[in-house]
């Protein structure tokens, strides 16, 4: 089973990207749901997570107060809006939904990935 990430581009340092994350197919309306990230040579990071009700909602130091996640769930749909992006925020971003419904920053806790979507942040 895999989550559909898509949103990636190319952006300047100072702009905005809003990536989506879904599956036709199943629902994940009872998971958390959380944003990952991976640097060329580096490991994947946590970005942000959310609970299955979207009321509760975890960061990475480094983005908080520029990226926002957020969930639809009557749409199978989560969301993350970066601002105020940087060249440092350059990696591929995958979602991923966790085994259980409140958010986590342990990646051995998302059990159903995303392929991945490309943010490349220009200086």
């Known amino acids: 089973v895999q989550l559909q990430a898509s949103g990636g581009g190319l952006v300047q340092a100072g702009g905005s990207l809003r990536l989506s994350c879904g599956n036709s197919r199943r629902t994940f309306s009872n998971n958390a749901v959380g944003w990952f990230r991976q640097a060329p040579g580096k490991e994947r990071e946590f970005v942000a997570a959310?609970?299955?009700?979207?009321?509760?909602?975890d960061y990475e130091v480094s983005v908080k107060g520029r990226f926002t996640i957020s969930r639809d769930r009557a749409k199978n749909m989560v969301f993350l809006q970066m601002d105020s992006l940087k060249p440092e925020d350059t990696a591929v971003y995958y979602c991923?939904?966790?085994?259980?419904?409140?958010?986590?920053?342990?990646?051995?806790?998302?059990?159903?990935w995303g392929q991945g979507t490309l943010v490349t942040v220009s200086s």
């Open positions: 959310i609970s299955w009700g979207g009321g509760s909602t």
């Open positions: 991923a939904a966790s085994r259980f419904s409140l958010p986590s920053k342990s990646l051995a806790h998302y059990i159903y």
